[in-house]
């Protein structure tokens, strides 16, 4: 899995190559040819509305890519993106050990977890969007609210992957480990903590996108940097801006895809002994 | 003992909280957080029109998306398991579609499909699309060896092998997926609405909020935390229906 790059690559230039035909065709079908080098550019006011949004709507991808090696656009894509995974990478460091710390605390007794589990999933429920002007107002500091969110996306996957994890050892092990007198300490570092890591390494996965996103939706809200903003900003000015929208919204999947690949490097290096990573 | 330890608990926090214990420690304005008895007031005022936004709307685009996503999703991992071309190139390129900011999508999708619920369920098939791609095929891919070898001594054919050992192995990590989905469809719906929508509790929590008429915001929220509750129990009730076997469930009999 990602071990070798050649077929992502083969992969990705595949489905480029579809979506510069499918854009050109579109492309093609929607806008007239006297309007087409003005619905290109997007500035032209003389294009009619349907035709200027072709271009927002399925932009071709080799504008898009030119527009991320813009200079112009190095500050307002690239920049902005390093300010927003600077957050999301705290954030998740500290969502991800609350969540570990939390899911350990939980199974050791069914009482704790009963009481509190509920409210684990239901503080998961509460829009994360609603939570922004809170944070905001208690702390007054974009960089604060963002890892706070960041953090706070990245817990419960965590929690719920570890407990089910935790649940899951094999029960001749457990049997084993018993009657060997193990103490409830040594079953934990050395049976139901290992058994628990592939799902973490799962839940971490998901995490590792999430906290970008949850770091991306508090920019929204009205932060001064980050890829967010760009996405936000760029979006008010329309057409014009066609290729920097979806250019600054690969930027923000490109922070997710760098994130979790490295945690599915760290993954393939930790759990060496799972079947699927047997050579 | 089920339902007291929780109902404990929750008689203590929502004390404190109507007590006003939450906002000195947290120096907070009544502004800026309600009192859970103007929530309350709220959601009985407002219950008809708070209810059917959350069954027409909010939980109507969550569910429709969430199964979408999961049934594309699991698709998806089935073709990558049987193609290791796929598995190698399209597995990671599938999984990073789970990093592209729903906001960024959702006035595309609005472009696409409309300001309705379909735009929302695009939205939210997007978002749950990716972590069931990754369970999925975690699932149908870690298999035992012995396992397969048993198969392979006994003549399993190709699809045998795939329908007997494959599928069940997969099943509790696509009912991980779909429990983490139900989070993530009910957010998707409502930051969704919250930018690009004329009904829905996205679209509420957002007008409250920027008249700060807090606690209709926060009834708006309560609803939205209680649809994503019954989508997470349903989840639940489904998964011990189907995976009664699975070590989770048998470690709870044991305590």
New interface residues.
């Given amino acids: ?4 790059p050649l ?6 230039v595949g ?1 480029l190559l579809v979506w510069e035909l499918v854009a050109w065709l579109y492309f093609q079908a929607n806008v007239a040819e006297p309007f087409r080098a003005g619905a290109i550019s997007g500035a032209d006011p003389t294009v009619p509305p349907e035709m200027r ?1 072709v271009q ?2 399925l932009p071709l991808p080799h504008l898009v890519l030119a527009a991320l090696f813009n200079p112009d656009n190095v500050e307002p894509l690239w920049f902005a993106g390093l300010v927003t995974l600077r957050s999301a990478l705290l954030g998740f460091a500290l969502g991800g050990a609350i969540g570990f710390a939390l899911a350990i605390l939980l199974v050791q007794s ?2 704790l977890e ?3 589990l ?2 684990v ?2 503080s ?7 939570l922004g ?2 944070v905001y ?2 702390f007054k500091d974009e960089n604060v609210a963002r890892l706070l969110i960041a953090a706070y996306v990245t817990f ?2 965590v929690t ?2 570890t407990i ?1 994890g935790l ?5 001749n092990a457990l049997a084993l480990m018993a009657s060997y007198a193990a103490s409830r300490r040594q079953v934990f570092s050395m049976l139901r903590i290992p058994a628990a890591l ?2 973490l390494f ?1 839940a971490l ?2 995490a590792a ?2 906290s ?2 949850g770091a ?2 508090v920019e ?1 809200m009205g932060a001064q940097q980050g890829i ?1 903003v760009t ?1 936000l900003r760029t ?1 008010y000015y329309g057409p014009a801006n066609a290729y920097k ?1 979806w250019g ?2 690969v930027v ?2 490109v ?3 760098v ?3 490295a945690v ?1 490097l760290l993954e393939r290096l930790v759990l060496r002994w ?3 990573y047997r050579a | 003992v089920k339902i007291i330890a929780p109902a404990c608990v929750f008689v203590t926090l929502l004390g404190a909280w109507q007590l006003g214990v939450v906002h000195t420690v947290l120096r907070l304005q009544e502004f800026q957080l309600p009192y859970p008895d103007q929530i309350v007031q709220t959601l009985i005022d407002r219950r008809d029109v708070l209810w059917r936004d959350a069954i027409e709307f909010t939980a109507f685009e969550a569910a429709g998306g969430l199964l979408i996503g999961a049934a594309a999703g699991f698709a998806c991992a089935v073709l990558f398991v049987s193609v290791p071309f796929l598995q190698r190139g399209a597995l990671p390129i599938a999984a990073s579609l789970n990093s592209i900011p729903i906001i960024a999508v959702s006035p595309i999708a609005v472009l696409w499909l409309g300001f309705g619920q379909p735009s929302k369920m695009a939205v939210v098939a997007l978002m749950t699309f990716a972590p069931m791609v990754v369970n999925a095929f975690k699932g149908l891919s870690s298999i035992d060896r012995e396992s397969l070898e048993l198969m392979d001594s006994l003549a399993a054919s190709p699809r045998q092998v795939f329908v007997n050992l494959r599928v069940p192995n997969s099943l509790p990590y696509v009912f991980a997926a779909l429990k983490v989905g139900t989070t993530l469809a009910m957010i998707g719906a409502l930051v969704a609405e919250f930018f690009n929508a004329q009904r829905g509790l996205g679209v509420t929590l957002s007008n409250n909020i920027q008249v700060a008429r807090m606690p209709a915001a926060w009834s708006a929220i309560v609803v939205a935390a209680m649809v994503g509750l019954i989508l997470f129990a349903a989840v639940s009730l489904i998964e011990r229906a189907v995976i009664p076997w699975h070590v989770s469930f048998r470690a709870h009999d044991a305590d």
């Avoid at chain 1, 899995?1 to 070798?4: F, Q, S, T, V």
């Avoid at chain 1, 077929?7 to 990705?12: G, L, N, Q, S």
């Avoid at chain 1, 998961?124 to 609603?130: E, G, L, S, T």
């Fill in positions: 899995m990602g071990r070798r077929p992502i690559v083969v992969v990705a489905l949004i927002m709507k069914r009482l009963r009481s509190l509920p409210y999933i239901a998961q429920m509460v829009p994360v969007i609603a002007p809170i107002s208690m419960f996957p719920i992957n089910k649940r899951s050892s094999d029960p592939p799902y799962q996965k998901i996108t999430a970008v996103i991306i939706v929204l967010g996405i979006q929208l600054a919204i923000a999947s922070l997710g895809l994130f979790f690949q599915a799972q079947p699927e």
